[in-house]
């Protein structure tokens, strides 16, 4: 297994390459248990943060219905008939223009990602380059629990 240096030096590598790909953002959240994620990142707008937090939006979100009982991908827009309480729309209007969800690992300890940009839909080839990010980010965290504290919150502050 590697070090805890290591760990948190490729999730940073990782988390770069999410960043640049992602202009508007992106949210993810890492080893899913009992609702809860063992870790957690966000670099939407903060307006949007905070929106989303406000009117409770974790709730009715279709992004994490799906993520939560599917694996593999999916663009928001094709969500948008499971979305009555306007989660999406309300997203867009906050820059999130294009977004494309996608989900992996057991449902004991899934990983969901919503990834965004302005400038277009993600091609299938980004997709594929995005999926295979979240794969290894998933796979990078594994047994998170019994990572020593200084690499649990080196991991922590890199959201």
Known sequence: MADGRQIV???????????ASCDSGFALAIHIRYTRPSLLYRT????????YSEKGYMLFD????????HSGGIDWGDLAAEDPEGVLADARAHGLLYGWTYATGPATSRTISGLTRR????SEAEKAE??????EIHATTEGMEQFDATTQEALRALG
């Open 44 to 51: 939407y707008s903060q307006e949007w943060i905070e929106q």
């Open 9 to 19: 030096d490729k999730m940073a590598h990782l988390i770069a390459r999410l960043r």
């Open 130 to 135: 995005l999926a295979v990010l979240v794969d």
């Open 119 to 122: 400038s277009g839909p993600f």
């Open 62 to 69: 279709p992004v994490v219905r799906w993520g939560l009982t």
